[in-house]
């Protein structure tokens, strides 16, 4: 994958992904600013680390061989995270979903998100998705190491 940086920011950082992707969708885009407006200092302390691109892209895209689509579609969907647009225990699916890969591997991918990706921030995340999703709370996101992530601890 060979690409200038302003190119790769578009793909891989999570922030730049989600506005080119719905850059010709305005009520999307505002309701997104606003919800990122929002966002805990921490979390936007998380989106700036330059980390969080190069783990897209080297943990990531490379090893499962993601085209450049479905890379700056991942981005999208960890921003969609971030800012608790979509539910973190659904990862996995939309990932097969929105990517057309298969469960395995959206599994894995989406573990690797939360587990490693997110670990910094999983606390965090859990109460942000905790108070958007009270009724899903419920659901564990489950790690295929036998670790799960109970949203109401």
Sequence with gaps: MSIN????????????AYSDVYSNDNHKLKAFESRYDELDQELKDFLINVEVVSFLEEKISIPFELSLEQSQQLATIVMENLVAEIYIADIARIIEE????????SKQIGQLIVFDL???????LKIVHGQK???RQEEPIKNENANIVNLKQ
């Design 5 to 16: 940086s302003k190119n790769k920011l578009l793909i891989f950082d999570p922030y730049f």
């Design 98 to 105: 929105r990517l057309k890969l298969d469960s395995e591997k």
């Design 118 to 124: 997110f670990k910094p921030i999983l606390e965090k």
């Design 133 to 135: 999703f009270v009724r």
